[in-house]
């Protein structure tokens, strides 16, 4: 078992000691985090740390603001025990206790600091630096190509039986039509709408009822192909409000698509973010 020792310097100029007896520790300002902050400091869940191979890790979970290492925007990056973990105006060192064992199984020298982790950690955040902080309206955003998929590709199965699965099925579809009908409110609710629908068919078919089986995946299959096409749509508008400086338009564009995105990780998710934090400096207000 991994000991993590957190210093902290809170917004208010307080100082704090914490130790966490683990491999891995959230900081955020949910009441489940092991380093809890404010909630005008940090996201539910701002930053995940983990002990790995080569010592300790951080990764962005929120970027409401970016969190930053030594005053760098960072995706995800190597945390030497000397460079300053950032949230908002809360500062903190991370470090592995003195006896925490290190990369080559043998006893982690207390202070001591492997230069290609430091190397690694300034190579990163700069990377990530350019994306967040460039201010120049000409720089072009280098938007990833591997766009995430809106739905699992899983096949949707029923864990109910006789009538507890046509009682289900029903519960179901009527949780969907409610989504399906507040998605152009809330896109998000659109996207949610199909596996539940997907869901009710699979039961309905279980129950033995094919109608209504057949109508709700007609309706599943209906909706998840007008919902790929949107998605489709508000990426090609947004890469073309950029490349015009329509940022009006973008900044709608890229809050559609986050939304559409919610819970989704990788490149582009990331990117997404990156260009809404552009579109506030740019605008001058909120999105």
């Given at each position: ?30 009441a ?5 902050l ?13 002990v ?28 030497p025990?000397?460079v300053?973990?950032g ?13 925490a064992v ?5 006893p982690?020298t ?6 290609m ?14 994306m967040?902080?460039?201010?120049d ?6 938007e990833?190509?591997?766009?995430p998929?809106l739905?699992d ?18 519960e ?35 129950a ?6 057949d ?10 192909k007008?919902l790929?096409d949107d ?15 329509d ?30 934090r552009?579109?506030?400096q ?6």
């Open positions: 078992m991994s000991t993590l020792r957190f210093q902290i310097q809170h917004s208010n100029g307080r100082q704090e000691q914490v130790t966490v007896e683990a491999e891995r520790a959230l900081i955020g300002s949910g489940h985090c092991e380093i809890r404010p909630i005008d400091q940090a996201a539910v869940e701002h930053i995940l740390i983990q790995g191979a080569g010592g300790v890790f951080a990764q962005a979970l929120s970027f409401e603001p970016p969190p930053t290492i030594s005053n760098v925007p960072f995706t995800q990056a190597p945390l025990a000397d300053v973990l949230v908002n105006q809360t500062q903190m060192l991370v470090s592995l206790s003195g006896d290190g990369a080559g199984g043998g982690k207390k202070g001591k600091t492997n230069p982790m430091i190397l690694a950690a300034m190579v990163g955040a700069c990377l990530v630096a350019w967040y902080l460039s201010g309206d000409n720089q072009t955003r280098v990833p190509q591997d766009y998929k739905w590709q899983t096949m949707t199965t029923c864990d109910k039986s006789g009538n507890d699965a046509l009682a289900f099925a029903q179901k579809r009527v949780v969907a039509e409610s989504k399906r009908e507040r998605r152009m409110f809330h896109v998000k609710d659109g996207v949610d709408a199909v596996p539940l629908f997907e869901t009710s068919a699979a039961c309905f078919d279980k033995g009822d094919k109608v209504d089986g109508a709700a995946r007609d309706t599943a299959n209906a909706l998840r007008e790929d998605y489709r749509t508000h990426r090609m508008r947004l890469q073309h409000s950029m490349q015009v400086k940022y009006e338009t973008a900044r709608r564009e890229v809050r559609t698509l986050i939304e559409m995105t919610e819970g989704k990780e990788g490149p582009y998710v990331t990117y997404l973010h990156v260009i809404e552009d579109l506030k740019k605008l001058g207000r909120p999105s």
